[in-house]
């Protein structure tokens, strides 16, 4: 695949889902054993989304990236450099890589914006994976592809300086205190996001949930080698909040932290609608590598 701005489907790509011996695109292992930023569940897909995957798998979705069935962790010896981008993508341009894509609608949007560039949506539930199939197939999309993989597991694998942006939208907030380790922006992803990014790259993440602002912040802001690139000042509480106490943070110290605007390059989908809708505040953040 060439780096072209042509919107016609895409020709099978190495790594990419094979086709079985009866000629079907074959699935993936779908769930491991490890469970750390979420939660296995095997949701049924529906004609459309099964439609979807057996006809625009073997086209996106990377195979023979997982360690072995039923595993969502990469293999051990997968390096993802600029090697395995220039035969995977077909190219050199730069890689921006998603973390929890959900149903694609961003990552989506952004390949058909940016031809240019080179996209990889890190996503573990099928329905989501099949929905960003779907996109990717009915738009012709040639500079995108996904990968079922645990994302901080796979972010190990990435050679150092391959990715320009690292997106992290809405992650899974885990609201109860005692999940709070569970979140998946934790000081060993930010390593990891670290030296897979290129100098000047940056890690833009966005929550609609106050307690995760802070959560961000805390993991973030005091780390020598990334810099908080935002200019806006928002109130947070300085202590943190669960499920059953969320009302007492208005009642709490807060203080001044530096967020982002809102990126532009992320479209309005209907999660984020959702969040707005309750009366929720979107916070973005912009860290910078130095």
Same mark, same amino acid.
């Given at each position: 695949?060439?780096?072209? =701005?042509? /919107?016609?489907?895409?020709?099978?790509?190495?790594?990419?889902?094979?086709?079985?011996?009866?000629?079907?695109?074959?699935?993936?292992?779908?769930?491991?054993?490890?469970? +750390?930023?979420?939660?296995?569940?095997?949701?049924? +897909?529906?004609?459309?989304?099964?439609?979807?995957?057996?006809?625009?798998?073997?086209?996106?979705?990377?195979?023979?990236?997982?360690?072995?069935?039923?595993?969502?962790?990469?293999?051990?010896?997968?390096?993802?450099?600029?090697?395995?981008?220039?035969?995977?993508?077909?190219?050199?341009?730069?890689?921006?890589?998603?973390?929890?894509?959900?149903?694609?609608?961003?990552?989506?949007?952004?390949?058909?914006?940016?031809?240019?560039?080179?996209?990889?949506?890190?996503?573990?539930?099928?329905?989501?994976?099949?929905?960003?199939?779907?996109?990717?197939?009915?738009?012709?999309?040639?500079?995108?592809?996904?990968?079922?993989? =645990?994302?901080?597991?796979?972010?190990?694998?990435?050679?150092?300086?391959?990715?320009?942006?690292? !997106?992290?939208?809405?992650?899974?907030? !885990?609201?109860?205190?005692?999940?709070?380790?569970?979140?998946?922006?934790?000081?060993? +992803?930010?390593?990891?996001?670290?030296?897979?990014?290129?100098?000047?790259?940056?890690?833009?993440?966005?929550?609609?949930?106050?307690?995760?602002?802070?959560?961000?912040?805390?993991?973030?802001?005091?780390?020598?080698?990334?810099?908080?690139?935002?200019?806006?000042?928002?109130?947070?509480?300085?202590?943190?909040?669960?499920?059953? =106490?969320?009302?007492?943070?208005?009642?709490?110290?807060?203080?001044?932290?530096?967020?982002?605007?809102?990126?532009?390059?992320?479209?309005?989908?209907?999660?984020?609608?959702?969040?707005?809708?309750?009366?929720?505040?979107?916070?973005?953040?912009?860290?910078? /590598?130095?």
């Amino acid at each position: 695949m060439t780096a072209e =701005n042509s /919107t016609a489907a895409p020709t099978t790509a190495p790594d990419a889902t094979t086709a079985s011996a009866t000629g079907e695109p074959t699935r993936p292992p779908l769930y491991g054993r490890k469970v +750390l930023s979420f939660v296995r569940r095997s949701p049924r +897909l529906d004609d459309r989304l099964q439609r979807a995957w057996d006809t625009y798998a073997h086209d996106y979705l990377l195979s023979g990236i997982n360690a072995g069935e039923g595993s969502l962790d990469p293999r051990a010896d997968l390096t993802l450099d600029t090697a395995y981008v220039q035969r995977v993508w077909g190219n050199a341009n730069p890689l921006v890589i998603e973390i929890g894509s959900g149903q694609g609608e961003n990552v989506a949007a952004a390949a058909e914006a940016h031809p240019e560039l080179n996209f990889l949506a890190l996503e573990v539930y099928d329905p989501g994976v099949a929905h960003t199939l779907l996109l990717a197939g009915k738009r012709g999309l040639r500079n995108l592809r996904i990968a079922q993989v =645990n994302a901080p597991e796979l972010m190990k694998a990435v050679a150092p300086g391959v990715v320009s942006e690292v !997106w992290t939208f809405f992650p899974d907030p !885990w609201p109860k205190m005692k999940h709070h380790k569970r979140r998946i922006v934790q000081p060993e +992803l930010a390593a990891d996001v670290r030296r897979a990014l290129a100098d000047g790259g940056v890690w833009r993440i966005a929550t609609d949930i106050e307690d995760y602002a802070l959560h961000v912040h805390e993991v973030m802001d005091g780390r020598d080698d990334f810099a908080n690139a935002g200019a806006l000042t928002v109130s947070l509480p300085t202590e943190h909040v669960g499920k059953g =106490n969320a009302a007492d943070a208005a009642g709490l110290p807060h203080a001044d932290f530096a967020e982002s605007e809102r990126f532009e390059g992320r479209v309005l989908t209907n999660f984020e609608k959702k969040g707005l809708a309750a009366g929720r505040v979107i916070h973005d953040f912009t860290y910078r /590598t130095r």
